[in-house]
């Protein structure tokens, strides 16, 4: 299990500018969970991931089954990111043989299945590949390191929608039990029927944490809930145009 | 299987799929006119000692001059290392293109800052540059102790000035 206790971020930036980017964000994440991470840009989503990996220096504690994040027990994390994390130059095939090097788990099986789905060349350096094959390549990556814990943030950033879409169905058969998948994305509606909890950050805060099937109960959809939590107003496009036309 | 494993050990030392061809070649030319420039010592070594002696045209033979004193090592050695601080400064570099290649075409530094082996990414940017930068010293200072024979053996007792070696120590060379 990963637990979030109080953390916080600040980015301190030139002439002394500082930007509160997490706020006592606590959260846990058990095993075998797939969690949805919503919240509009510059919410803290990729902070937290990367607050999480050890990327980013941090007030407040993050445990992975009790004990503090580490090179001990940092294999148990993947990361799967748009920025892609990824070797440019090399090839599919030199990334098998560099993750089997260094993650004693990695998935070498799943790694041949995945990368004849999504049917990615296996010799061809990857600064060759389409943007929505190395969007493809970077989750196969985070799928087959052996992780327990994956994290992946905005990973479908430039892939069409039917590409997405046989991700999900992948993704939902070739999960085990144990794996835990902490999901960040602005395409709710595409991932609200994988997805068994949705956490929702606002401005650096959670604002909430709500498991699928509490909603199906409440009979709310989770885009109506997210809209409702955000306090979205619909009709605020049509009241600035209105606004604008008068000026006019 | 072999060249497998070949790469495998390559991608320690080096960050992996990066080219290094080009700061491997531009390492031993600059290494290597280090080298020539600094055996230039000879040929200094030798008009100075030439300037010892004077022509005795009734002997038609040269003889050494009185009290004569030959220049001291520390002197000939002037600008003649100098051009070793070339490698050196590209291994510098090479440290800084290394750390910065993980930030290029894509950020592969999250995943290296997250291998299990966190040294890991400390040696692919400091290992190899490391040892040619020990290499340079080592190969500076095996010139130096040659030169410092040859001078010793090379210059007449009579000329040599005391306290050579602890003057190199006192000199910018």
Known sequence: MIEIK???????????????????????????????????????????????????????????????????????????????????????????????????????????????????????????FSTGQKNQFEVVLALCQGADYILMDEPFAGNDVFNREDFYKVLLGILEPEETVLLSTHLIEEVADFIGRAVLLRQGQIVADVSTLDLEDAGKDLMTFIKETYDYRGDRIRRVLTQLNEEG | MKSNEGKQ???????????????????????????????????????????????????????????????????????????????????????????????????SIYLMRRLPDRRQWYRSCLVQPTLRILLVIGIMAVLLLVFYAVYMNQVPEGCLLPNQWQKLWRWNL
């Not at chain 2, 055996?39 to 030798?46: H, I, K, M, P």
């Not at chain 2, 030959?70 to 050695?77: E, F, G, P, S, Y």
Request: net charge positive; proline share 4%.
């Open chain 1, 6 to 128: 109080q953390l916080s971020k600040i980015y301190s930036k030139q002439k002394g500018d500082r930007k509160q980017a997490l706020t006592d964000v606590s959260l846990t994440l058990p095993r075998g969970e797939i969690v949805g991470l919503f919240g509009e840009n510059g919410a803290g989503k990729t902070t937290l991931m990367k607050c999480m990996l050890g990327l980013l220096r941090y007030e407040g504690q993050i445990t992975l089954d009790g004990e503090p994040i580490t090179t001990k027990n940092i294999e148990k994390l993947s990361f799967a990111t748009s920025e892609h994390s990824f070797f440019a130059n090399l090839t599919a095939q030199d990334h098998e043989g560099f993750y089997g090097q260094h993650f004693p788990k990695f998935r070498k099986k799943r790694f041949h299945s995945l990368m004849e789905f999504f049917d990615l060349p296996m010799k061809k350096p990857l600064r060759t």
């Open chain 2, 9 to 107: 050990k390559k991608h320690l030392y080096a960050p992996p799929g990066m080219s290094l061809w080009r700061e491997r070649a531009l390492f031993w030319v600059l290494l290597t006119v280090a080298i020539l420039h600094s055996l230039e010592f000879f040929s200094t070594l030798q008009s100075h000692l030439q300037s010892l002696y004077e022509r005795l045209e009734q002997y038609e033979n040269w003889g050494m001059i009185n009290r004569v004193t030959m220049t001291d090592l520390v002197v000939l050695l002037r600008g003649k290392f100098v051009l070793f601080g070339m490698p050196i400064l590209l291994c510098l570099m090479a440290i800084g293109n290394r750390y910065r290649y993980y930030h290029q075409g894509s950020k």
